[in-house]
């Protein structure tokens, strides 16, 4: 089935630097979806972005979407500590109800 | 509001034995979806509910998992018998009826592990 697939697998940076991930698909979308995975714990929704919007923005987070490269980049400004976790995206297909994960990158901020 | 809750949160149990993973899903939730994660293979989609009604199994692994909604706030997933390749963490998401939004909402999870 449909898989996105992030770039990079793991992300190393210092507090203060941001943080870019990508992530590619391979067929037409209905909206595509990240989420955050910290250590031990759950998936925890961030942000969603539909087939026909393009960029979005939500705190230090900005989502950007090309439909004709199949790909998005979620941008994590301004990087914190705390932001260390696993980011998955996942895709809704058209004509479908459920998602597809990644199998995300690892981001890492040091103090 | 409380979250979608997840029992046990571990689980330890022996080759051949019969597991029993609970989630209760957020409250007018109607959809509610198993999946597996594991390092190997990531995060698999196992089966999904819809209104109590199993709609898509098709993730389900082998006949020795079935999964079960007999009402809107409670549902369970059980291995019978259980495989040391079955050892992972178990997640239970549930969404609220589709809108053009369909977020999903996890639990924290069930890390099983079959000795």
């Known amino acids: 089935s449909q898989q996105g697939e992030e770039d990079p697998q793991a992300l190393s940076i210092q507090e203060g630097e941001n943080a870019t991930m990508n992530c590619s698909y391979k067929?037409?979308?209905?909206?595509l979806q990240w989420y955050r995975q910290n250590s031990g714990r759950g998936l925890v929704h961030l942000i969603l972005?539909?087939?026909?919007?393009r960029e979005k923005h939500s705190g230090r987070l900005r989502v950007t979407l090309d439909t004709s490269k199949k790909s998005s980049s979620l941008l994590i400004t301004a990087s914190r500590a705390a932001d260390t976790a696993s980011y998955f995206c996942a895709i809704m297909n058209s004509g479908y109800s459920t998602l597809t994960f990644g199998k995300g990158t690892m981001l890492l901020v040091s103090p | 509001d409380a979250g979608v809750i997840q029992s046990p949160r571990h689980e330890v149990t022996e080759m051949g034995q019969e597991v029993t993973l609970r989630c209760k899903p957020i409250?007018?939730?109607?959809?509610l979806f198993w999946y597996r994660q594991t390092m190997m293979r990531g995060l698999e989609l196992l089966i999904y509910f819809n209104n109590n009604v199993p709609i898509d199994d098709s993730g389900m692994p082998e006949d020795r998992f079935s999964a079960k909604m007999p009402n809107a706030s409670f549902s369970t997933l059980k291995i019978q018998p259980s495989e040391p390749r079955d050892s992972a963490v178990y997640f239970c998401?549930?969404?609220?009826?589709?809108?053009?939004?369909?977020?999903?909402?996890f639990g924290p999870g069930t890390r099983l592990t079959v000795l």
């Open positions: 998401a549930s969404s609220p009826p589709r809108g053009v939004d369909n977020e999903q909402f």
């Open positions: 409250s007018g939730h109607d959809y």
């Open positions: 972005i539909r087939s026909n919007e």
């Open positions: 067929t037409s979308i209905n909206n």
